[in-house]
């Protein structure tokens, strides 16, 4: 299983996601990105640091 935490990319934020499939976890983190953080299109240096702060759970 594979987790991501806003925190670890510097935000002050407490989300986190947990899931199997890598598709599905970057679906989850797109949507709170745009529900809670206002982003509508990601841009490549923070799909960057978001990859990078993806991690073995």
């Not at 806003?6 to 983190?29: H, P, T, W, Y």
């Not at 949507?31 to 978001?50: F, Y």
Request: with cysteine; net charge positive.
């Amino acid at each position: 299983m594979k987790s991501f935490a806003c925190k670890d990319i510097g935000l002050s934020c407490g989300f986190v996601a947990k899931e199997n499939d890598d598709n599905r976890l970057m679906q989850k983190i797109a949507k709170h990105a745009k529900e809670a953080h206002g982003m509508d299109k990601v841009d490549d240096a923070t799909m960057a640091k978001i990859r990078a702060a993806i991690k073995e759970a």
